[in-house]
């Protein structure tokens, strides 16, 4: 075994084997404690990943499109050539250590705040790691089968995040995530079903590029893929899951939910979707760029009439996914490019802004604007750090939400024709929205005279809060000035991609 696939095995083992040990700990503090140390060791596993056999530079004209940097595979369920198959490429391999990242920040937090109303710390860091293990899994994953299973295990431990330790309807929220994602399910394995009966293989570096799929197979299996994919992504109208399990969740189910379990479905719409069935894919892509678009714009225009701050921040979430879906829409270069640095800035970005809004609501009590007017008053730091966030997030030039969407919008010109130039200039629109939203936002939180709710708080910030925001701060500020962090690891395996999809 080489230590690239030493690796590969450790970073889904360590938060399993971290989850199991936090179970086994007596003490509360002490289960969090260990959940952390695992999580930790999960995060270092994961950075020297990068590179390998293929590297930057070694992608040439030549298949297979998925060359991976490391892998592991061995055989699984022989009698049905199913094989336990595991990679990291350009594509995944920010998103390893995203979900790294966020995990650990989450588990970290948890030692200073535990969510009221649930059970005990030790178990919610547990099923943090579990819900690790499923990301993580998803994003490894080079057969179809084992993507599936890893895809299904987040269910059950995220439903018992919201439902464990969520606000008062935490239960409705939990049920309505459950089967949302359980409808997606279903599509998902008769997609897989579909696919690798008529291909005789479920191996995704075989099955990138249509493996000989009928176009008719092709169409059908995009179209239930894609549908599986958009539930978990949101993509409008599927989304109404989404608001009521962000309003609902603890502040750190609501971070991995936003930060890296929607990146689940985009990452899926690439690898799979488009990868297994490209014929599909340019079939479907104007539809496809349409429902991106609405989402945009309905996400917006629902944010304007928000008056909740988690409900606000949670449409926000469509708006901008809706943004990687219309890069990947296009089906080219630039957008996939976009897509993929556009996944890994909301995740830095919300994740910070749902970080803020349970500390403002675990000090006010309340989540409503009309209750939360002069924050900059009596806690400026606290203040400051949303409106960075909010900054970051409308997508200013020099953070890191500015590359992704507006490179989607020059990839939707740059495809031509009358209607992916519509779609441009109206995902440019849904752009300013998102200014007057988060301007808007701004405005009533932090200006104005102090509400009752907010006029007895202390204008420090804990160590702990630091300690899980600083390194958000400082991601969304590098990747903003130097994207090459996230693009450069990504054009090798995107444009070998494409060349096998564009045939």
Request: proline share 6%.
């Amino acid at each position: 075994m080489t230590f690239g696939q030493f690796l590969l095995v450790a970073v889904l083992a360590l938060p399993a084997l971290g989850a199991v040990a936090v179970a086994a700990t007596p003490g509360d503090r002490a289960g969090r404690l260990v959940g952390t140390v695992a999580a930790a060791l999960t995060l270092l596993a994961t950075l020297p990943l990068v590179g390998g056999a293929y590297g930057w530079f070694a992608y040439g004209p030549r298949p297979p499109a998925v060359r991976p940097w490391h892998q592991v595979d061995l055989p699984w369920v022989p009698g049905l050539d199913l094989r336990f198959h595991l990679g990291v490429d350009g594509i995944s391999w920010p998103l390893v250590v995203l979900t790294g990242l966020l995990t650990l920040l989450c588990c970290a937090y948890t030692l200073w705040r535990v969510p009221e109303g649930g059970g005990s710390g030790r178990a919610l860091v547990a099923l943090l790691l579990v819900v690790e293990v499923g990301i993580l899994g998803t994003f490894l994953a080079l057969d179809l089968v084992l993507f599936f299973l890893f895809f299904e295990v987040v269910l059950l431990p995220m439903y018992a995040i919201i439902a464990g330790w969520g606000g008062d309807d935490r239960r409705r929220a939990a049920r309505k995530f459950a089967l949302y994602t359980l409808f997606g399910s279903v599509l998902l394995l008769v997609g897989v079903y579909l696919v690798v009966a008529a291909a005789g293989t479920a191996d995704l570096v075989t099955l990138t590029g249509g493996a000989g799929l009928p176009r008719g197979t092709q169409l059908a299996a995009f179209t239930l893929l894609a549908l599986a994919f958009a539930v978990k992504s949101p993509l409008w109208p599927l989304h109404s899951w989404l608001p009521d399990a962000h309003t609902q969740a603890p502040t750190v189910g609501s971070v991995i939910l936003a930060g890296v379990l929607l990146k689940m479905g985009t990452y899926g719409l690439i690898r799979v979707a488009v990868g297994v069935a490209p014929e599909g894919a340019r079939w479907a892509a104007p539809v496809l760029g349409v429902l991106a678009v609405a989402a945009i714009l309905v996400g917006g225009l629902v944010c304007l009439a928000q008056d909740e701050l988690k409900r606000l921040i949670a449409y926000s979430s469509v708006g901008h996914m809706g943004f990687v879906l219309l890069g990947v829409a296009t089906l080219t270069a630039t957008g996939l490019q976009a897509a993929l640095i556009g996944n890994i800035a909301h995740g830095v970005i919300t994740g910070l802004l749902f970080f803020l809004a349970g500390a403002i609501k675990d000090r006010t009590h309340t989540g409503a604007l009309a209750e939360l007017s002069g924050l900059r008053e009596t806690a400026p730091r606290l203040a400051g750090l949303l409106g960075f966030a909010a900054i970051a997030s409308l997508g200013l030039p020099g953070l890191a939400g500015f590359w992704g969407e507006a490179f989607a919008v020059v990839a939707a010109v740059r495809r031509g024709g009358g209607l992916w130039t519509t779609l441009a200039v109206l995902a440019a629109l849904g752009g300013a929205l998102a200014a007057a939203y988060l301007l808007r936002l701004l405005r009533r939180v932090t200006h104005g005279r102090p509400s009752p709710a907010v006029r007895p708080l202390a204008p420090g910030l804990a160590g702990a809060e630091l300690t899980a925001w600083v390194p958000l701060v400082l991601l969304a500020v590098a990747v903003g000035l130097a994207p090459t962090l996230v693009l450069s690891y990504a054009a090798g395996p995107v444009d070998a991609l494409l060349g096998v999809v564009s045939k």
